[in-house]
T-cell receptor, first 117, second 111 residues
């Protein structure tokens, strides 16, 4: 199946710094990628939809100025957590769709464990 | 996307067949039903997808009744490595679809 690679797998940063997470579709072109956040023992929460060549669409309650998304090419989307704080510590996951007509199949990266200290 | 309801958790002994049912009463005509598996600290992994009746692959079977208001994921002869959270999603790929997750079912396989 299609492969989505996410980097880094885990990162520790100091409060106030910014962290960039990359999501790449390795063997297909993804016009749309999705970014999720998952807190311990909870489900994935959709943060934003990343569209190649245009602005991302953010879910209600997600600060677009804090979570900067750039989808500059058909194989790469990045999420930058700006001015990170301990409450931003979470598991961040991206996904990309190799859209099949009438199907709903998304491929997920391995996730990034962010710890803000 | 149609809302889904699943049991929060299930326990099963090794070697048993496990059936996880998902309710999706407001499924739309062009919606598919997709199941994902997630291990701790990993991204979800696609298991199986179906539209109606029965679908089987090397990992699982998916049973969908005629009214499509529910579906059942069947895992044959589970092992300890099947301990994970299983998510049921309902939706279609019209345009920029969103994949939103419900609570999932935490399956614990017991030796």
């Amino acid at each position: 199946g299609a492969v989505v690679s996410q980097h880094p797998s885990r990162v520790i940063c100091k409060s106030g710094t910014s962290v960039k997470i990359e999501c790449r579709s390795l063997d297909f072109q993804a016009t749309t990628m999705f970014w999720y956040r998952q807190f311990p023992k909870q489900s994935l929460m959709l943060m934003a939809t990343s569209n190649e060549g245009s602005k991302a669409t953010y879910e209600q309650g997600v600060e677009k100025d804090k979570f900067l998304i750039n989808h500059a090419s058909l194989t790469l989307s990045t999420l930058t957590v700006t001015s990170a704080h301990p409450e931003d510590s979470s598991f961040y996951i991206c996904s990309a769709s190799n859209l099949g007509q009438g199907s709903l199949e998304a491929f997920f990266g391995q996730g990034t464990r962010l710890t803000v200290v | 996307l149609a809302k889904t309801t699943q049991p929060i958790s299930m326990d099963s002994y090794e070697g048993q067949e496990v059936n996880i049912t998902c309710s999706h009463n407001n499924i739309a005509t062009n919606d598919y039903i997709t199941w994902y598996q997630q291990f701790p600290s990993q991204g979800p992994r696609f298991i199986i997808q179906g539209y109606k009746t029965k679908v089987t692959n090397e990992v699982a079977s998916l049973f969908i009744p005629a009214d499509r208001k529910s579906s059942t994921l069947s895992l044959p002869r589970v092992s300890l490595s099947d301990t994970a959270v299983y998510y049921c999603l309902v939706g279609n790929s019209g345009g920029y679809q969103k994949v939103t997750f419900g609570t999932g079912t935490k399956l614990q396989v017991i030796p």
